[in-house]
């Protein structure tokens, strides 16, 4: 277990890449799990109206059909098992920290604002860094095609977030 956070490290630090993975469903599955829960208690804390619990099902469909989408499209269905696990792993890396920045946050204690909302905006960008390089190595594409491919990734998962906010609203 040690082993494997510090493999999820690495990639998060583009040390190592997906395909130093292994291909095993059941690490795929307790790793989406795991980003699962974690993401729905962020989602959950930060919008306690919100339907968080499906939004969180649906970005994560998302993401994997857009992965799965790509992989298909170059060829490399066979690697989806270790990259949706190293985006899931690595997602699941920074969501633990942004749920104690939140739960700082929600103090309202003012003089913390800033510094807070900057590590938010740390981990964001630590975010967009790592799914380039999960992309990158999985596709084995130059960074002109990662890195729109990171972007647009992004904008889908804004565009479920923003579609769940809107129907919440609506309800």
């Known amino acids: 277990m040690r082993s494997l956070l510090w493999l999820f490290l690495d990639i998060l630090l583009r040390r190592r890449g997906p395909q130093d993975l292994p ?4 690490l795929a599955g307790a790793v989406v799990l795991a980003c699962f829960v974690t993401t729905a208690v962020y989602s959950a804390y930060a919008n ?7 939004r969180t099902a649906a970005d994560l469909l998302a993401t994997g059909l857009f992965l799965a989408g790509l992989l298909l499209a170059a060829g490399r269905m066979p ?6 696990t190293a985006m899931n792993g690595t997602s699941l890396m920074l969501t633990i ?3 104690g920045l939140l739960a700082i946050a929600q103090t309202g204690w003012a003089p913390l ?3 807070l909302t900057l590590a938010f905006y740390m981990l964001i960008v630590a975010s ?29 998962s804004l565009a479920v977030a923003q579609w769940f906010d809107q129907s919440t609203a609506a309800a």
């Not at 306690?48 to 499906?54: C, H």
């Not at 990662?146 to 647009?152: Q, V």
């Open 128 to 156: 967009l860094f790592v799914t380039e390089h999960i992309l990158r190595e999985t596709l084995e594409c130059p960074r002109l095609l990662s890195i729109p491919l990171t972007i647009a990734n992004l904008l889908l």
């Open 48 to 54: 306690p109206e919100g339907r968080w619990f499906v």
């Open 113 to 115: 604002q800033l510094p």
């Open 97 to 99: 920290p942004a749920l």
């Open 23 to 26: 291909a095993s469903p059941t």
């Open 79 to 84: 690697r989806f098992l270790q990259s949706f």
